[in-house]
């Protein structure tokens, strides 16, 4: 009998209960269990990784010997990291070079090397700059990939720019968060520097000329737009190089800097897309789906980027990035810092909608606007639209009093329970039903009209809303970080589990441990009567 049963978890939840388990029998059960049930690949992976580290060898691979083309790039970093002798990572390095040549492993080589390098006579010793052409001769054009390309060093760089959406000729909810929250953070900041420094928003569309005063409204201090009848649909070549040479390449008579200090973006499909092409563009980098912003210093020691192993060097004016990490167990917190000889800027980052509030417009607010007008050649459009359904409304549950999530504890009988809480959502006067990823991507077998219901817009979470209701309901939910992060701000959360230990019980005003077939008809009964708050009670007394 396993004491964790893969198919009744998503896998943001395995990880962590997987690592406790050291019975390789237990895991070789899992993964059977897994197997014959939903069978998914990445589950089915995090398993096999478990039982390849519990049976492999205690004793440490000889690093001369190792076999590196067996090795991952994770495994040869975990390598690396204990050996003391320059020569042996020389080693690696070489038959690394000679084998798959994997950039991220020679990195990781590179940068260990990097950090037991020292001076013949004990002291520690400045990290030599090669310049790429003549580290990596072979290559003929050493600007052609992106790790080869040096910045402008000790550049002038200048103000926030904030990338503000529109949809339908409206600025986007989440262009104004960051709107507000970059005025924020650039009021802190020059008190603090005792600097000027502006947020400039970016507008590129079909007459958003028209939404300039808005976005000063908003917090815009200076307001750069270009419009153009070709642009009313979002484009990847036009959008890219507008946005660049508005920040980079412009005679504006404002702009005396080389690129801007720091640029936000709406973390949506447009907005994440644009992110990153415009970041590549300006050879920087970037901080995807950010839960949060603050501008600090940060003390680094990393050789790499003071210069000199074992110094360390205080960074001043750093965009700090919060974000849920790639394995959503965890928030990380990324850092675009310089290096010798290279700049990293802006400090980019595109964030989770929803996650500030929503400020309220200044009508008398004051800001500049001005006109961009870069020459968009015709091929920038070669793909033309013919023909397109447009959705006559979408599902936004952001302004609801009132939201019921449903999770996977519905997959006992997934119509029953949308029934339910579809049941429960109309007992409220402002009330719509949201779902969990779990559900969205299951194959459940819906029967009637509540198939209707299972789409995506629908999903609340990292991928999908952001909510923060009166009062949020999460029926069968365990709680993954990544659903967290959509919800966790709502004033009171109620949550219904069969699990007492499930993820959602820490961050949950009143837990009820039960079945959800069985708690919410009685929610329901009990808010018609107006008893709702006692039948909340009740519930989670039994």
């Known amino acids: 009998m396993v004491s964790v049963d893969p198919t009744e978890h998503e896998i943001a939840e395995l990880g962590p209960k997987i690592k406790d388990i050291e019975d390789l029998d237990e895991l070789e059960e899992m993964l059977e269990l897994e197997e014959d049930g939903e069978d998914r690949d990445p589950v089915k992976t995090l398993i096999e990784g478990r039982i390849e580290k519990l049976s492999a060898d205690d004793e440490e691979p000889d690093p001369s010997e190792a076999d590196l083309t067996e090795l991952t ?72 990939e992106k790790r080869w390309v040096e910045g402008t060093v000790d550049g002038d760089y200048r103000d926030m720019w904030v990338y503000c959406e529109t949809q339908q000729g409206e600025l986007l909810d989440a262009s104004k968060e960051i709107l507000g929250k970059a005025s924020e953070l650039m009021a802190d900041y020059n008190e603090e520097y ?80 644009l992110s990153a092409l415009v970041q590549a563009e300006l050879d920087s980098g970037l901080a995807s789906d950010c839960s949060d912003l603050y501008i600090d210093s940060a003390t680094i020691s990393n050789p790499a980027k003071t210069g000199t192993p074992g110094d360390n060097k205080v960074f001043e004016r750093v965009l700090h990035m919060p974000r849920p990490d790639f394995s959503g167990f965890e928030y990380s917190t990324i850092l675009c810092i310089d290096k010798p000889h290279r700049d990293f800027h802006p400090q980019g980052a595109s964030v989770i909608p929803g996650t500030f509030d929503l400020p309220d417009p200044d009508p008398e607010r004051e800001g500049e606007i001005v006109e ?27 302004g609801n009093e009132v939201v019921v999530a449903l999770g996977r504890g519905i997959g006992e009988n997934p119509t ?44 609340i979470g990292e991928s999908g809303q952001v909510v ?43 837990y009820i441990e039960g ?22 009670a009740e519930v989670s007394d039994d």
């Open 468 to 510: 923060e209701p009166d009062l949020y309901i999460a029926a069968g939910i365990s709680g993954a970080v990544q659903h967290k992060v959509g919800m966790d701000e709502s004033d009171t959360i109620v949550a219904i589990n069969t699990d007492p230990d499930a993820d959602i019980r820490g961050f949950s005003d009143y």
């Open 194 to 273: 005792d600097e000027e420094e502006v947020v400039v928003a970016v507008l590129i569309g079909d007459g958003v000329s028209e939404l300039a005063e808005e976005a000063v409204s908003y917090g815009a201090d200076r307001v750069v737009y270009q419009e153009d009848e070709r642009l009313g649909r979002f484009r990847h070549k036009p959008y890219t190089e507008i946005f660049c040479s508005m920040c980079r390449d412009s005679d504006f008579e404002w702009r005396d800097y080389h690129e801007p200090r720091y640029t936000v973006f709406p973390a949506t499909n447009n907005g994440r897309d």
């Open 416 to 459: 029953k329970g949308m029934e339910l809480g579809l049941e429960l959502t109309d007992a409220f006067e402002e009330a719509d039903l949201g779902l969990s990823r779990g559900v969205i991507t299951a194959s459940y077998q819906f029967d009637g009209h509540v198939e209707d219901y299972v789409a995506e817009e629908r999903q």
């Open 73 to 144: 790039v994770a495994d040869i970093a975990n390598l690396v990291r204990g050996i003391e002798d320059v020569d042996v990572l020389e080693d690696i390095l070489e038959r690394e070079r000679d084998g798959k040549e994997r950039k991220s492993a020679i990195s990781q080589i590179e940068n260990r090397i990097e950090d037991l390098t020292q001076a013949d006579d004990g002291e520690e010793a400045e990290v030599e700059y090669v310049p790429p052409e003549e580290k990596y001769p072979e290559l003929d054009h050493p600007t052609s």
């Open 515 to 536: 079945d959800l077939f069985e708690v919410l008809p009685r929610l329901t009964e009990a808010l018609k009567e107006g008893e709702f708050s006692r039948a909340v």
């Open 372 to 398: 961009h007008e870069l020459e968009l050649p015709e091929e920038w459009f070669q793909v033309e639209v013919t023909d397109y359904d447009q959705l006559e409304g979408g599902v936004d549950l952001t």
